[in-house]
């Protein structure tokens, strides 16, 4: 096999590698989806349950990717995974969707929620759609160029903003512990759950969609891994502590919301995080919180660009995509091609879908990346028998219960995305985007490696 990793940089401490997972998991979900959550549930706790099952199956993805991380410490490991343990044309799918769904899809639902959250910031009023769509463009276009210019520049720009982001969560719950107001507000019926009709276990799947989009990006060390300095070791460290880190202030976070708000106030909620401050600072919370909302969302969106585009070029490198994205800058050491291509597509999502389209967006990006992450989970299975021998420096407890558990888990999510009526639409098209990418592969990427490799 070849070597992948040939002109890359192993300039990635634990550190760093643990701020990016971080850093993408944290980002504008958990400031907006806990309404979404609160609202589709029905209940504060069955919210509440809602995101310590997303936690859970958080942390039983980050065991699987731990031990998968382990195996494949390098550039564009999950395509590797993909590719080993169900040939080709999977593997292929995966990275074909990842660049042109959920990551691009990912980047344009960030850089809208960001290019709002900044226009309050400056003006205190929610900006205009087309200020929205310019703003945004100019974002993911802005980072695109910071990440070709090296993957320091992209790292340091993830650290700074993941301490931002962890001190404005502790934040709020803090001022939850100290304040604790007594009055909570009464949500009115008909705003209890969009979920019509459904049992307690469909409203909870159905809340797993939005909560997933919030936890979602612990893989992202897994991507990077031929950047990584000893990646058998940090790598998986990255995946689990970072994840864990998440986890336990997503639920306070989420505790906090409700001790400000009341299950009312947050389902009622436009600004969810600027609303709870606001009940401590009245005058500055909004433009505050918005600012802060903005800047945790330019961290997430630079994830995307710094992690994901190794995936394009470790595919490339393998031979089965066009040659230009296995190009790595023999100065700045970074894949120029796949990270334009990329942040191309982010930009063109967030022009055609605009602030309005931001739900759909997220709907088809959370079903794409559950295929895959049921998938993955699946994976580990195929590989423990496949290749018995393999070095695992990290080996998921209680097997094969774990990686079981979060299949099923994923499964569910699945099922979720289809139980909001207004979500289905969107839900069939991430199914049929999933289809599109078997026949994109079928059509030109079927034969040798070289077939694939000319542009």
Known sequence: MMNVDAGLKRVLGPVSSTCIVIGAIIGVGIFFTPSSIARTTGTAELAMWTWALGGLVALLGALVFAELGGMYGRMGGQYEIMRDAYGVP????F??????AILAGAAAIIS????????VLFTGEVPGKGAVTVMSAALIAGLVCANV???KWGA????VTVFAKLATLLLVAGLAVVMQPDAVQQVPAAKAAEVADGSWISLLFAGLVPALFSFGGWQHALWIGGEVKNPKRNVPLAIVLGVAIVVVVYLLANWAYFALLG??????????AADAVSQVWPQTGKRFVAGAVAFS???????????GPRLLCGMARDGKFFRAFAWVHPRLGTPICAIALVGTIGIGLAVMAGPEGVDALLTGVVLIDAVFFCLTGMALLVLRRAR????RPVRVPLYPLVPVAFVLLEMAIIFGAFQIEQNRNAAWIGLSWIAAAGLCYVLFFRGPRSQGSEM
């Open 90 to 93: 999977v593997a292929f799918c």
């Open 95 to 100: 990275v074909f969707c990842n660049s042109t």
């Open 112 to 119: 809208i929620i960001c290019a709002v959250n900044v226009g």
């Open 149 to 151: 210019a090296g993957v």
């Open 156 to 159: 340091t720009i993830q650290n």
């Open 263 to 272: 299950y009312g106030g947050v389902v009622d909620s436009e600004t969810l």
């Open 297 to 307: 969302a330019f961290g997430v969106l630079n994830a995307q660009l710094l992690s």
């Open 388 to 391: 018995p021998d393999a070095e």
